[in-house]
């Protein structure tokens, strides 16, 4: 019989997250606000450069360059950061908006992209895994679209991409559950859903915009430090839509 966990509600202070996809926006926003809220953070990206400028925007946080399509360079990554210490969360970034001009205009190259940041999930997820369920207050999250919810011929491609990242973070939820059972659940996989997302970079180019149904990156990023305010048996399998 799984032994029954009680929530303390200590919040994500002191906890070591993961965040894959660092160096975008989104990625740039959670790191600081997790930081801010006392969590240690491993930004994760390719780009050794943008790295480094995102390591002199938030300090404190550790970099880690990596080809996560490599599923070989995640084990090893995962197993190496494991070994110094737990791991608690893992946010997965990576990945954007790719459209086309109806069916016909959904491209290989477009497809390709899209399967990257499905591949990516998987890999860090897997990697991750161990060290998820191992911990007090492990959490897992994305950043879905409600294009998954009326999907339309020019964003087919995408539609289908995160339609498939959905259906693989319920399946942790489930291994999860599986693993720890429901009176001993302490980790929790969520997806949240936007419309899109801004920040502003993207209000600075475009003034004229309105943006209007848009989240901003930041609160995003308030909801992920949120994650570990709430038990994980209220969050696991949870598709959230955030304003």
Wanted: proline content about 3%; charged content about 20%; glycine content about 12%.
């Amino acid at each position: 019989m799984s032994e029954m966990h009680e929530f303390t509600g200590l919040g994500v202070g002191g906890r070591r997250v993961v965040v894959a996809g660092a160096t975008s926006a989104s990625g740039t926003a959670t790191c600081a606000a997790l930081a801010d809220a006392g969590a240690t953070v491993v930004a994760l990206g390719s780009n050794a450069g943008r790295l480094d400028e995102l390591a002199l925007h938030v300090p404190g946080i550790a970099t880690e360059v990596c080809d996560l399509s490599d599923s070989s360079a995640v084990d090893t990554l995962a197993l190496r950061l494991s070994a110094s210490g737990a791991v608690d969360g893992l946010v997965h970034l990576v990945g954007g908006w790719v459209g086309g001009r109806g069916i016909p205009g959904q491209t290989d190259d477009a497809w390709s992209s899209i399967e990257r940041s499905f591949r990516t999930l998987r890999n860090t997820s897997r990697a991750f895994y161990p060290a998820l369920v191992a911990s007090e207050a492990g959490r897992v999250a994305i950043v879905s679209s409600t294009a998954v919810d009326s999907p339309t011929a020019s964003a087919a491609d995408y539609a289908a991409g995160k339609a498939a990242s959905e259906s693989w973070m319920r399946s942790l939820a489930h291994g999860f559950r599986s693993d720890q059972g429901e009176s001993g659940l302490r980790a929790a996989a969520v997806v949240f859903v936007v419309k899109a997302l801004v920040d502003d970079r993207m209000r600075a180019a475009a003034p004229e915009k309105t943006f209007p149904g848009y989240t901003e990156v930041g609160t995003l990023a308030a909801a992920v430090v949120g994650l570990w305010d709430a038990p994980a048996g209220e969050l696991d399998g949870a598709r959230i839509r955030l304003p």
